[in-house]
């Protein structure tokens, strides 16, 4: 069974990865969020959210980066850092929320991240 745990080792969690992303990470737009993906020699796909104040205040950042981090985890099992490590390597991604996040169904969030996805190169689940 799959751990669905947001592990340390699944997360970007210093400036400096988080800049070397955004400096030489592919980056894409799309109506709810901005993505840029990095590759990695890690073997595993790493993932940073960037909710600046104009979203909102604490509540609505926190839960746009809950629903964000809920969409890393349904990614491959392999993608999301779970179970064995794949053959291919890995990304680091960072996702910058929009304002329109907020109030985005689901649904619409959840496509609007895979179309993102495979746009920078990273397969989306099927």
């Known amino acids: 069974m799959m751990s669905f745990r947001f592990r340390p080792d699944v997360r970007l969690r210093s400036r400096r990865e988080y800049v070397a992303v955004q400096d ?17 020699s890690l073997h595993r796909t790493r ?12 509540v609505v950042r926190n839960r746009v980066k809950r629903r ?3 969409l890393f985890r349904h990614l491959e ?3 999301a850092g ?9 990304f680091d991604l960072v996702v910058i929320a929009r304002r329109e ?9 959840s496509a609007d991240f895979n179309a993102a996805l495979g ?8």
């Open 77 to 79: 099992p392999d993608r």
């Open 68 to 70: 964000l981090r809920e």
């Open 119 to 126: 746009r920078v190169g990273v397969r989306p689940r099927s």
């Open 47 to 58: 993932f940073g959210i960037v909710a600046s104040r104009r979203i909102g205040g604490a």
């Open 24 to 40: 030489r990470g592919r980056r894409v737009s799309a109506r709810y969020l901005t993505m840029l993906a990095l590759p990695n």
């Open 101 to 109: 996040a907020v109030e985005a169904p689901f649904a619409d969030l």
């Open 82 to 90: 779970h179970g064995e490590a794949p053959a291919r390597p890995g």
